[in-house]
């Protein structure tokens, strides 16, 4: 079947503007993951969506950052005001529903270069 | 808060010689390991889980919770093995990966 998508898969912007990333987990996935890939660093955990519960925002680096899950599927990032240092990749990933450690399947990534 | 640490950014070994990419985490639970892989042009991919215990593609990890390691092994490095590796824990059954910097591996001809 279809794995993750993520769009666009490369974004460039203008210091200031606001910028939106979609994610389309796999079918029959609850859980879905926003992590954020910097050159030379790991991979950071972002936000967190599983089924209805509320999501765990605790990795969201400043309030520029939302995320949001319409519908359980289709996931949104949205970063305000964008700044150099938000240039990244960001991926997401998705699993199934279960234990926490269920393997996480990822997206190709969407590249953000903020100029 | 837990940690993962990749201390080689860049590892270059010989095709057939052995490969290790080492790993180490500061937790004092009991934790769940993970390694990671990102194939060039490729996605993200789970490699293997220490729970497991499973060899895939020839590689091997074994936690060792004296020392809070978890390295990577492979006997005999191929070509298709050069990759960006992550090593990632979690704790607590938490869906939270915390990932070390990573490592990528040149395997030459």
């Known amino acids: 079947g279809a794995g993750v998508s993520q769009s666009p898969s490369n974004k460039v912007t203008e210091k200031g503007k606001d910028v939106e990333l979609r994610c389309d987990p796999i079918s029959g996935h609850t859980a879905l993951y926003w992590y954020r890939q910097s050159l030379g660093q790991g991979l950071e955990f972002l936000i967190y969506f599983q089924g209805n519960s509320a999501p765990d925002k605790s990795g969201l680096p400043s309030d520029r950052f939302s995320a949001e899950r319409t519908g359980g599927s289709v996931s949104t990032l949205t970063i305000q005001r964008t700044q150099q240092e938000d240039s990244a990749v960001y991926l997401c990933?998705?699993?199934?529903?279960?234990?926490?450690?269920?393997?996480?399947?990822f997206g190709p990534g969407t590249r953000l270069t903020v100029l | 808060a837990q940690r993962v640490t990749q201390p080689e950014k860049l590892l270059s070994v010989f095709k057939g010689a052995p490969v290790e990419l080492k790993c180490n985490y500061s937790y004092s639970g009991s934790p769940e390991l993970f390694w990671y892989v990102q194939y060039s042009r490729q996605r993200l991919q789970l490699l293997l889980r220490?729970?497991s215990r499973e060899s895939i593609k020839g590689f091997t990890a074994d936690l060792n919770k004296g020392e809070t390691s978890f390295h990577l092994k492979k006997p005999f490095a191929q070509e298709e093995d050069s990759a960006m590796y992550y090593c990632?824990?979690?704790?607590?059954?938490?869906?939270?990966?915390?990932f070390g910097a990573g490592t990528t591996v040149t395997v030459r001809a």
């Open positions: 990632a824990l979690s704790v607590n059954n938490d869906y939270k990966l915390s």
């Open positions: 990933a998705s699993s199934r529903p279960g234990r926490g450690t269920d393997t996480q399947y």
């Open positions: 220490h729970i």
